[in-house]
């Protein structure tokens, strides 16, 4: 027997309800984005290593998956190399294309290359998917969506703003229940030099980051691990304990950190974002979070990070701000702020709290069977009339036994059969099977599209 045919670990195919569940994401977040004026770009699935390389740290680099060149890919590669075993020296050799890794990079690449054709500030949504050579795993894979909106060319905090309405936005139309995290950049580092720990910082905030996880004990002793004082571990142990409503924590943030510079400004800015948010009307809680961190080597602003409030489930949106987007290609001084929605986690989430609506999995909504050639050519005309109309119709195509035809009608759950015979023909009707109530009547074409609408 021949070898079934398989796929790559960390990919998956996706039957045909499957897609229509993705594709209901997928159309309802882009349908958000562009209500807020983002405008969709696509880049390529590979960009050249130039473009990749050194941009996600040692780590991401070694999880790029490399394209090898076309040809005799092993042409300039010498015995001297391969005693070497310089694996670096070797893949210029080999390879000068990736596949992304995500779609920060490829975005900044392309703001600095069409930076002539665009206007800031530059709205963006992208959907699209990456890959990374990254150990397959129950919820990570080597290739996934991502769906990220962006603004750049613009300081306002109109923009985090605009992009917490979306959240609430999004997630009010799929029904999850969620709880909106933020947090800013310039506070962590305010409290990292409130505790005489400046350069520590990473340090602090990857252990803080861990407090829901593994508790206030845990955290303390990775701090002492890592090197930071006793004395240094108990001035956190205020800002990590601080309790009461977000004015509450920025009023006692503003105290903390009032010998802070960076800490400070840090507070204003959250500051002058909750009073925006007081006049956003949102139906989902805004928190302070003190504890988010998420990559403190990328984001220099506002962070932010979504949790669903009823299934346990890792984070399904982030974002934040950065500085300096596109100076790692020689175009400094673009600021910018962006949120990425997690789509593989939001379609977990929405299967196990069953809140897809039926229209997500809308299928075909008419069938025509097919009793042979005469009975084809009649119904043909109405086959297209019913597909004018906005109905999702199909003609069976072959003209087999009657019960097939219901078989194939009843395993893809269509809910109406048109059944044309000799009688039907003659009377210039169809008969129309309710496949629900098994309910058969005989209507004109304009009678069938009324039962639709």
Not at 123 to 144: L, S
Not at 213 to 229: H, P
Not at 423 to 447: C, F, R, S, W, Y
Request: charge should be negative.
């Amino acid at each position: 027997m021949a070898t079934k045919p398989s796929i790559p670990k960390g990919t998956r195919d996706f039957l045909p309800e499957e897609m229509e569940k993705r594709n209901y994401i997928f159309n309802t977040i882009r349908s958000v984005y562009a209500q807020y004026g983002f405008r969709p770009i696509e880049t390529p699935a590979m960009e050249n290593l130039s473009t990749l390389m050194g941009k996600y740290g040692e780590e991401g680099d070694k999880l790029l998956f490399k394209i090898l060149n076309s040809g005799d890919y092993l042409h300039d590669v010498t015995e001297e190399d391969w005693r070497e075993h310089n694996p670096n020296r070797m893949l210029k050799k080999v390879s000068d294309k990736g596949l992304r890794y995500d779609l920060t990079v490829p975005f900044a690449r392309f703001v600095v290359q069409y930076r002539d054709q665009i206007k800031f500030p530059f709205k963006r949504y992208q959907i699209q998917p990456v890959w990374r050579a990254d150990r397959p795993q129950k919820g990570r894979y080597r290739e996934f969506y991502q769906c990220d909106a962006d603004v750049v060319g613009s300081d306002s905090l109109v923009n985090e703003l605009e992009l917490i309405e979306i959240i609430d936005t999004v997630f009010t139309k799929f029904g999850i229940r969620v709880a909106i995290k933020i947090n800013n950049r310039k506070v962590l580092a305010g409290i990292a030099e409130h505790i005489g720990a400046p350069d520590k910082i990473v340090d602090i905030t990857v252990a803080i980051d861990k407090l829901d996880k593994i508790g206030i004990d845990a955290v303390n002793a990775e701090l002492r691990e890592k090197g930071l004082s006793e004395d240094s571990v108990n001035a956190l142990q205020p800002v990590l304990d601080m309790q009461g409503d977000n004015r509450a924590k920025l009023s006692s943030l503003a105290s903390i950190l009032a010998g802070s510079e960076i800490g400070r400004k840090g507070v204003d800015e959250l500051g002058e974002l909750f009073d925006l948010l007081d006049n956003a009307s949102l139906k989902n809680a805004v928190e302070l979070d003190l504890t988010l961190a998420r990559g403190l080597n990328y984001y220099t602003g506002t962070i932010l990070e979504v949790k669903a409030l009823d299934v346990q489930m890792g984070s399904i949106t982030g974002g934040g701000r950065y500085d300096n987007l596109t100076g790692i290609f020689g175009m400094d001084g673009v600021s910018g702020v962006g949120i990425s929605f997690g789509a593989d986690r939001i379609y977990d989430v929405l299967n196990q709290l069953d809140l897809y609506p039926k229209s997500a999995a809308q299928g075909t909504q008419l069938i025509f069977l097919n009793f042979g050639p005469k009975e084809l050519l009649y119904s043909l005309p109405l086959v297209r009339q019913a597909r004018e109309a906005g109905i999702v119709t199909e003609i069976y195509p072959d003209a087999v036994k009657f019960k097939k035809q219901m078989a194939y009608a009843n395993d893809r759950q269509i809910p109406f059969v048109a059944i044309v015979g000799e009688d039907e023909m003659a009377k210039g009707v169809v008969m129309l099977k309710d496949m629900a109530t098994g309910e058969q009547n005989p209507l004109t074409i304009e009678q069938v599209i009324a039962k639709f609408n």
